[in-house]
């Protein structure tokens, strides 16, 4: 079992950064590949990022790509994403889910967190 929670949602001009947090409970955290979605409103919860267990692999969402960097600290049972040139249309509530590999299918992943919203104004 494994309980997720995000941190570092807020309201930031685009343009701007933010820095999301996932903190997991649990000695397993390490052997979980690590995602991030988000589900903005009337719309489906879509892939942003992904990591491996190890840390060593990690694959984007088109559109992140060069903007979003997803990383991990074993050590401390947290995986973050660091958000840049953030834009308008990044506006959603961003979830963090743990899975036994790296998947862009949001149905792939066992563990979610409740989510933190991240809003861009323009």
């Known amino acids: 079992q494994v309980q997720l929670v995000e941190s570092g949602g807020g309201l930031v001009q685009a343009g701007g950064s933010l820095r999301l947090s996932c903190a997991a409970s649990?000695?397993?955290?390490?052997?979980?590949?690590m995602g991030w979605f988000r589900q903005a409103p009337g719309k489906e919860r879509e892939f942003v990022a992904v990591?491996?267990?190890?840390?060593?692999?990690?694959y984007y969402a088109d559109s992140e790509k060069g903007r979003f960097t997803i990383s991990r600290d074993n050590a401390k049972n947290t995986v973050y994403l660091q958000m840049n040139s953030l834009k308008p249309e990044d506006t959603a509530v961003y979830y963090c889910?743990?899975?036994?590999?790296?998947?862009?299918?949001?149905?792939?992943?066992?563990?979610w967190g409740q989510g933190t919203q991240v809003t861009v104004s323009s």
């Open positions: 889910a743990a899975g036994d590999r790296p998947n862009w299918s949001r149905y792939e992943y066992d563990y």
């Open positions: 649990g000695r397993t955290f390490r052997t979980y590949a």
């Open positions: 990591i491996s267990a190890s840390g060593g692999n990690t």
